[in-house]
């Protein structure tokens, strides 16, 4: 039993060292000073981030009124099912089953069956923030529930046929990531009830200290989105005849003034009629009071930007790349691709893979726009080259048509 508890507590320890090491090397949710970013979040569905836990390992029983024939070490087994409220925040409630064997003469086994529900902190994302694709998250949580040490399945019960006993104690649970689906679990328990659920000595409380491994599967949408705003709250108060006739003046105004713009509209429209059959595109000059069409030349290089850690288009960015295809791209145009990661964060093995994967972003957009495979060269530089002075402007590719 020593044994099993030096194991123990070998393993909770080394799952908060390497917890806290993994937080403290994150960089891809952390803004561009550094600083870790937090909430707020919004809030998932009633079906999102819910789990269900199945696992096995061993456990050791531990009676302080030394009872001898409650020490050895037996199989456990675990089925629960859970739900993250917040990345930090979670719930779940489950089954916890242990079969232990006495230290007797005739070496008799003893079990019971332990119903739950635990309260969960996410240790990871409170101090280091939310990052979906983390590999390493650590959860510890309290565990509360009732024992189930009826005689029928434990020789040292005090006898009842149905013997319930309140227990409660700590717990770790370390969360490693195969994919949005699916997790490795080790759960780490320390479970403390009354002694009496054993033998008639209610003073003294028994420990049955567990480790097990097993499996997590996800169902629902799998992560949070943080809020790109936080909306004030507007509380209605009830109107004052005052209130009323002031609104009520201020949308009086408001109608003369839309009547005024309609006739400023009606103006401008009669202005430009002239433009009306100018091409969509074409640059024009004008001159003399006419629109000559004229052929302009896309300056380049083209400079597109990344956010920190990522590889993919923003919004903004696309718009500049589908204007710059529209208008200097087909399928004899010759091209120079060269992409960079800024040096301030990172690794130089992983930003010179990100340069790789922003290049390739950007080749299979300017493909699919008719540009030939063959005919663009393309460069990935990591961060051995930064050609602009800081961080934000160094995340980038730029284009160039030879």
């Not at 993250?84 to 005739?106: D, E, S």
């Not at 009354?194 to 491994?213: E, G, H, V």
């Not at 390739?360 to 300017?366: H, N, S």
Request: positive net charge; contains cysteine.
């Amino acid at each position: 039993m020593k044994g099993i508890k030096m194991l123990i507590g070998a393993l909770a320890a080394a799952s908060l060292l390497f917890s806290f090491s993994a937080n403290a090397q994150e960089n891809a949710n952390r803004d561009e000073n550094g600083n870790v970013v937090r909430g707020a979040y919004e809030t998932n569905g009633a079906f999102d981030n819910i789990f269900l836990n199945i696992g096995a390992g061993v456990n050791s029983t531990l009676s302080l009124s030394r009872h001898p024939a409650l020490r050895g070490i037996g199989l456990a087994t675990d089925l629960s099912l859970g739900k993250w409220f917040t990345p930090a925040i979670g719930l779940r409630a489950g089954w916890h089953g242990f079969w232990n064997k006495g230290k007797t003469n005739r070496n008799e086994m003893f079990g019971f069956n332990y119903f739950h529900g635990d309260v969960m902190w996410n240790a990871s994302n409170s101090f280091g923030g939310y990052k979906e694709t983390r590999v390493w998250n650590i959860a510890p949580y309290m565990t509360f529930g009732v024992l189930d040490v009826s005689a029928r399945r434990n020789i040292f019960a005090k006898g009842a046929a149905n013997n319930l006993e309140f227990a409660a104690g700590p717990g770790i649970l370390n969360i490693f990531r195969l994919s949005d689906r699916m997790s490795i679990t080790l759960d780490i328990m320390a479970l403390i009830g009354k002694a009496a659920a054993y033998n008639t000595d209610s003073r003294y409380l028994i420990m049955f200290p567990s480790a097990t491994a097993g499996l997590a599967f996800n169902f629902g949408k799998t992560n949070f989105d943080r809020h790109s705003s936080i909306t004030p709250v507007v509380i209605p108060v009830p109107f004052t005849t005052e209130q009323y006739n002031a609104l009520a003046d201020k949308v009086a105004a408001l109608e003369k003034e839309n009547a005024a713009l309609k006739d400023k509209i009606a103006a401008l429209e009669k202005e430009l009629a002239p433009y009306k059959n100018l091409v969509n595109g074409q640059t024009y000059l004008f001159e003399n009071g006419k629109f000559t069409a004229v052929e302009v030349t896309n300056a380049t290089p083209l400079s597109v930007y990344f956010d920190l850690g990522s590889s993919k288009l923003s919004a903004r960015e696309k718009a500049h790349l589908e204007y710059f295809c529209e208008n200097a791209v087909d399928a004899d145009t010759k091209i120079a691709i060269n992409a960079y990661a800024d040096k301030q964060t990172g690794t130089a093995r992983g930003n010179q893979k990100l340069s790789e994967q922003r290049a390739k972003t950007v080749f299979d957009f300017l493909t699919k726009a008719g540009a030939k495979e063959g005919n663009i060269e393309c460069n990935a530089h990591g961060d051995t080259i930064n050609p602009f002075n800081t961080a934000a402007k160094n995340r980038v590719v730029t284009i160039e048509v030879k």
